[in-house]
């Protein structure tokens, strides 16, 4: 139940954060822009934080640094939100340069933030659970963001398509030349 309220959260924060990029851009195609913006979210909000910080089976950790690991992992989201927007305006920024100037300073952008965020403090407690079933664990939690993230692209896009299409055939026809129109 935890993870389907805190699905629906984040699903409001998508709603909103993705408004606000249409609104900026309504001409946008709708569906690589949803693909584009998931990717996106799904890299600064999970995979990047998950980077730093995988996740770890219930149970594991001292209750004490309950607190302490919360902070780090808020710190590495910010850091990978935080970068997320500094390497698309590096790459906005350098439209005018040649392509290999301004991919290579995104790059370079990118392997900045991976630094910061590796600058973060490692985790305050021991993961005493078998190496497998470790592995397992943060795979699956990586695949399930995943899964969130593919969901929200598709549904975000296909009601995106789904209103351009009908914004369009509700929109009157041109006036061809020589008529009026009444």
Do not use: C, K
């Not at 919360?70 to 906005?92: D, H, N, P, S």
Request: charged share 10%; hydrophobic share 60%.
């Amino acid at each position: 139940m935890t993870a389907v309220v805190a699905g629906l959260a984040v699903g409001v924060l998508f709603a909103v954060a993705y408004a606000a990029v249409h609104r900026r851009d309504p001409r946008a195609l709708p569906w690589p822009r949803a693909l584009a913006f998931s990717a996106a979210a799904f890299l600064a909000v999970s995979l990047l934080p998950g980077l730093r910080y995988p996740a770890n089976p219930p149970g594991v950790g001292d209750a004490g640094t309950v607190g302490d690991r919360q902070a780090l992992w808020l710190a590495a989201v910010v850091i990978g939100v935080l970068g997320m927007f500094l390497v698309r305006q590096v790459y906005v920024r350098l439209a005018a340069r040649p392509e290999p100037v301004r991919h290579i300073a995104t790059a370079l952008t990118a392997v900045a933030v991976l630094a910061a965020l590796f600058l973060l403090p490692g985790n305050p407690d021991p993961v005493p659970v078998d190496a497998s079933l470790l592995w397992d664990f943060r795979m699956l939690s990586l695949a399930s963001h995943a899964l969130l993230w593919a969901v929200f692209a598709a549904v975000f896009g296909g009601l995106g398509v789904r209103s351009a299409r009908g914004a369009a055939t509700t929109a009157p026809a041109p006036a061809l030349a020589g008529q009026q129109a009444v």
